[in-house]
């Protein structure tokens, strides 16, 4: 099969690369695009690990073929926020202890980040049902809802 030129923006950058047909998005951003912080769980659409905005709205990037993204912008947690400045909600993820072994973490914020993109003061429930894709084994899924709650998006 033969390789795709895929152009699209990334965390704000305009990229081109090129793909195969048969990739998805979740392999094209871990593979060419050297972002690793999206992480394969399940690979199946299952578990929301591979949780990136496409366009305004979370998706599972493992269920996405790359050949879909071309022209898009797409969001993933390396620009959520860098290491010297949070974003606020990873900040109140650490506030809460809503981190244990952190490989959900990822995926959890990004479906957060596009709830508080479309909703400033999303109720308990909106969180709940934004976060249900997203699985955590370790964690305590009320700190996790608890630090969305708790955000400023002011
Ligand atoms: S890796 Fe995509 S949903 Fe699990
Ligand atoms: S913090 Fe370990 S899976 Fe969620």
Redesign the pocket.
């Known amino acids: 099969m033969g390789a795709l030129r895929i152009d699209c923006t990334i965390n704000g950058r305009k990229v081109s690369f090129l793909a195969g047909a048969d990739q998805t998005l979740?392999e094209a951003l871990r593979e060419q695009l050297k972002l690793k912080g999206t992480?394969?769980?399940?690979?199946?659409?299952?578990?929301?690990?591979?949780?990136v905005i496409l366009d305004g709205l979370a998706v599972?990037?493992?269920?996405v073929f790359v050949a879909q993204i071309d022209g898009c912008a797409i969001l993933t947690i390396e620009g959520l926020g860098q290491h010297d400045e949070l974003d606020p909600l990873q900040e109140s993820f650490v506030e809460h202890r809503a981190v244990q072994c952190g490989f959900c973490t990822s995926g959890m914020l990004m479906s957060a980040k596009a709830l508080l993109m479309s909703r400033k003061r999303p109720t308990r429930e909106e969180i709940r049902q934004a976060i249900s894709?997203n699985l955590c084994r370790c964690s305590d899924y009320n700190n996790i809802v608890l630090a969305i709650e708790d955000i400023d998006s002011e």
């Open positions: 979740l992480k394969c769980g399940c690979g199946i659409g299952e578990c929301g690990a591979c949780t599972c990037s493992c269920q894709g």
